[in-house]
């Protein structure tokens, strides 16, 4: 009795949009006479909307740099057409 307790909830969904819940706690040895803690959850997914497949690059390997490319940057080539042409490329 009395004593405290922290959880951590991992949030981790398929899907974009908002969310809700009820938690319940199944507590062992609880009084039968205590009623089981419910917790009424709410949570948004966070990951974008869209998501971009891209084709692999080899840029990295053909590269002749003596300092290496960070590989936190993700490299997105476009190859061009001549000159005074629009260079697209579309997500």
Do not use: M
């Not at 938690?23 to 039968?32: K, N, Q, R, Y």
């Not at 089981?36 to 974008?48: G, I, K, N, T």
């Not at 971009?52 to 590989?71: G, I, K, M, Q």
């Amino acid at each position: 009795a009395g004593v405290a307790q922290e959880f951590s909830l991992r949030f981790a969904p398929t899907e974009v949009e908002d969310f809700s819940a009820t938690l319940l706690c199944c507590i062992p040895d609880l009084s039968p006479s205590t009623a089981p803690l419910e917790l009424s959850l709410e949570a948004s997914a966070v990951r974008p909307w869209c998501h971009f497949e891209l084709t692999p690059s080899d840029y990295r390997n053909r590269r002749h740099a003596e300092v290496a490319l960070d590989p936190k940057y993700h490299i997105v080539e476009f190859e061009s057409l001549g000159t005074r042409v629009k260079n697209t490329r579309r997500f």
